[in-house]
C-alpha cells in the first residue's frame, strides 16, 4: 500500500505555544488529505480536508483559527495548533487519499502533550 | 450525517478460531467500504476493502462481506494469530469522507 509519514512522531509544547506538525505522502500525489484527532480509547474524529491549492474544509466544532492547516503541493500538508492548551493534548493522525478509487491511508500518528 | 456503529466493542477469540465484526451504517449513498487495523501507538493500516458493486472479497485469511440491501458489513478473520490483537475500525465512505465506527478491540488468546 501507499505510504503516509508524519512528523515529529511526538512532541510536548508548553500551554501557549504553538506547534507544527508535518505530513507527505511518499509514493504517491494525494490531491485530497486529512486530518484526524484521537483521544484515548475512542474512535478517530475528522478535523479537516484539504485540497492541494485551495483552503481546508473544517468539521462542524473545529476551529480554523486553532487548527490552521496548509496544503501547499501534492506531498505534503501542514497542520499548526496554536496557541496550544493542555485539551488539545491528543494523537493527531494525517491521512492522504488515491485520486480514485478512494483508497485512503493513514501516517502514523503524532502524539501531543501540552503541558 | 453518516451513523455507523460497530459491533462487538471487544471480542477475545482462542489463537486459530475465527472473529467476525460488523458494521452497520445509515447513508445508502456509501460505496465504499473499508476496514481498517490500528495497533497501539500507531496510526490505522488499510487491510480489506469492498466496493459496493460486489458482495464479498477476500484476502488470505481476511475477508469482508457486504449486505447493502440491509445496510451493513462485515470483517471475518479466520485462523486468528496473536499478531491479530489489535482495534480495528471500519469506515464507511459517503458525502466524500470516511465515517469510522466506534471500534473492536480484539484480542487472541494464545
Known amino acids: 500500500g501507499a505510504v503516509v509519514s508524519q512528523h515529529p512522531s511526538w512532541v510536548i509544547c508548553k500551554s501557549g505555544t504553538s506547534v507544527k506538525i508535518e505530513c507527505r505522502s511518499l509514493?504517491?500525489?494525494?490531491?485530497?488529505m486529512f486530518w484526524y484527532r484521537q483521544f484515548p480509547k475512542q474512535s478517530l474524529m475528522l478535523m479537516a480536508t484539504s485540497n492541494e491549492g485551495s483552503k481546508a474544509t473544517y468539521e462542524q466544532g473545529v476551529e480554523k483559527d486553532k487548527f490552521l492547516i496548509n496544503h501547499a503541493s501534492l506531498t505534503l500538508s501542514t497542520l499548526t495548533v496554536t496557541s496550544a492548551h493542555p485539551e488539545d493534548s491528543s494523537f493527531y493522525i494525517c491521512?492522504?487519499?488515491?485520486?480514485?478509487?478512494?483508497?485512503?491511508?493513514f501516517g502514523p500518528g503524532t502524539r501531543l502533550t501540552v503541558t | 450525517g453518516e451513523n455507523v456503529e460497530q459491533h462487538p466493542s471487544t471480542l477475545s477469540v482462542q489463537e486459530g478460531d475465527s472473529a467476525v465484526i460488523k458494521c452497520t451504517y445509515s447513508d445508502s449513498a456509501s460505496n465504499y467500504f473499508p476496514w481498517y487495523k490500528q495497533e497501539l501507538g500507531k496510526g490505522p493500516q488499510l487491510i480489506i476493502d469492498i466496493r459496493s458493486n460486489v458482495g464479498e472479497k477476500k484476502d488470505q485469511r481476511i475477508a469482508v462481506t457486504l449486505n447493502k440491501t440491509a445496510k451493513h458489513f462485515s470483517l471475518h478473520i479466520t485462523e486468528t494469530q496473536p499478531e491479530d490483537s489489535a482495534v480495528y475500525f471500519c469506515?464507511?465512505?459517503?458525502?466524500?469522507?470516511?465515517?469510522f465506527g466506534t471500534g473492536t478491540r480484539l484480542t487472541i488468546i494464545p
Open positions: 509514493d504517491f500525489q494525494a490531491t485530497t
Open positions: 491521512s492522504a487519499r488515491l485520486q480514485f478509487p478512494y483508497e485512503q491511508y
Open positions: 469506515a464507511p465512505f459517503g458525502n466524500e469522507k470516511l465515517t
